[in-house]
Every structure is written in structure tokens, then in C-alpha cells.
């Protein structure tokens, strides 16, 4: 497992955008796969995207943002962003990074992987 660093949630007009950075501490990313999943108060954690932390960086989104938020990654900083645009209310959510050796696409896929600590992620309408 690595332990993970988010940062970069906060309040936001809708259509606004934000970026969310997740980061490791004392280990290298390389060969997992890294993504995003939120969770708004009374509902299940949802996936967002994931990206494979190699040199082809394959993305997979969820169809709930895809168009609006991009996932990528830079390698030699270790860190993996989430680029989310034209926010809604709905988006209002924490937001975790999350981290596994292999590719995920729900909370149940994460069993054995690493979480983030969250950040919350505030879109007023």
C-alpha cells in the first residue's frame, strides 16, 4: 500500500473548475494505477476515473464526468490531477484519490488498494 496526498478541493461557483492533486509519501507511483472517486453525504462512494501510472497513461472515466473532467498524471513529480470543469451542484462531494495495483472502477475493486484522506469539493449554485 502508499499512503496518499490530496490536495486542492475548496469552494467554487458552478461552472467553475478545479484541480485536485494526489501525491504519495516516501514511495514512487510507478505500476499502479491512480483515480478519483467522490461520495456526496447519503450516497455510495463513486467512481470517477482512474489512470495507469506508466508511460502510456491509459485513462478510464466514469460516464457521469466524462467530457468534463480529465485525469492525468506527471511523471517525474509523482502526482496525479484531476482537472474537473464546468462543476455543478451536484458535483458537491468529497473527492478521494485512491491507489492499487490494478485497475479499478468501483469501492468493491479496492479491496487491498490505498485511500486518500478526502477533500471536499463545494459547488454553489
Known amino acids: 500500500q502508499v499512503q496518499l496526498v490530496e490536495s486542492g478541493g475548496g469552494l467554487v461557483q458552478a461552472g467553475g473548475s478545479l484541480r485536485l492533486s494526489c501525491t504519495t509519501s516516501?514511495?514512487?507511483?510507478?505500476?499502479?494505477?491512480v483515480g478519483w472517486f467522490r461520495q456526496a453525504p447519503g450516497k455510495e462512494r463513486e467512481f470517477l476515473a482512474h489512470?495507469?501510472?506508466?508511460?502510456?497513461?491509459?485513462?478510464t472515466y466514469a460516464d457521469s464526468v466524462k467530457g468534463r473532467f480529465t485525469v492525468s498524471r506527471d511523471y517525474p513529480k509523482n502526482t496525479v490531477y484531476l482537472q474537473m470543469n464546468g462543476l455543478k451542484s451536484e458535483d458537491t462531494a468529497v473527492y478521494y484519490c485512491?491507489?492499487?495495483?490494478?485497475?479499478?472502477?468501483?469501492?468493491?475493486?479496492?479491496?487491498?488498494?490505498?485511500w486518500g484522506q478526502g477533500t471536499q469539493v463545494n459547488v454553489s449554485s
Open positions: 516516501g514511495r514512487t507511483f510507478k505500476n499502479y494505477v
Open positions: 489512470i495507469t501510472f506508466t508511460w502510456s497513461g491509459v485513462t
Open positions: 485512491a491507489a492499487k495495483g490494478n485497475r479499478f472502477y468501483s469501492e468493491a475493486d479496492m479491496a487491498g488498494g490505498s
